[in-house]
Nanobody, 129 residues
């Protein structure tokens, strides 16, 4: 059974940093796709950053480019989202999602949430001004 557990959310002041973790179980990181999505109240879900082993690519939404970094640790089966220079508009519930076998590019995955089979429960990130 695949499980994704996010952690690392919290309250931070604008300009601060947080690192989100997505611990995965039930599959290995030899052929995978994992993405981070976020959803703020009243807004649509947004693909923030995705990684796919199908083409070893990473994707970042324009709103987070240069501030967020996605990385993975295959030994720990964990994907991280390092978030720097946080802004109030980054406030949202952040979810990680996984596809056990990577079929598509990271760009496609981040723009097509339906492509992921598994989702975590979400972690709240709140950035105060």
């Amino acid at each position: 059974e695949v499980q994704l557990v996010e952690s690392g959310g919290g309250l931070v002041q604008a300009g601060g940093s947080l690192r989100l973790s997505c611990a995965a179980s039930g599959f290995t990181f030899d052929n995978y796709a994992i993405g981070w999505f976020r959803q703020a109240p009243g807004k649509e879900r947004e693909g923030v950053s995705c990684i796919s082993s199908s083409d070893s690519s990473t994707y970042y939404a324009d709103s987070v480019k240069g501030r967020f970094t996605i990385s993975s640790d295959s030994a720990k089966n964990t994907v991280y989202l390092q978030m720097n220079s946080l802004k109030p508009e980054d406030t949202a519930v952040y979810y990680c999602a996984a596809d056990r076998k990577a079929y598509y590019s990271s760009t496609y995955y981040c723009q097509s949430a339906w492509a992921y089979d598994y989702w975590g429960q979400g972690t709240q990130v709140t950035v105060s001004s």
